[in-house]
């Protein structure tokens, strides 16, 4: 169901620092299609992770597919 689902996934240095990038991979090995944001300017609550325009903060892979599915 989640397959055809794209989730941007904050790729600025302090999500990365805070796993951004880990979750992109993590969410790339779900089939999962993953965009690369720009810095969302909210890198205290990273990694972030925006969902059909909404933003997910300390995103987690559980978190993300929690949403996806519903
Ligand atoms: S680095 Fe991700 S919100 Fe700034």
Do not use: F, N, T, W
């Not at 810095?39 to 969902?51: D, E, F, T, V």
């Not at 059909?52 to 597919?65: K, M, N, T």
């Amino acid at each position: 169901m989640h397959k055809r689902s794209v989730v941007g996934v904050c790729h600025g240095p302090r999500c990365a620092d805070y796993g951004g990038r880990v979750l992109a991979i993590e969410l790339m090995q779900q089939d999962i299609e993953v965009e690369a944001l720009d810095c969302q300017s909210l890198c205290q609550h990273g990694p972030i992770a925006r969902m059909d325009g909404a933003i997910c903060h300390h995103a987690s892979l559980e978190q993300v597919l929690c949403r996806l599915i519903g």
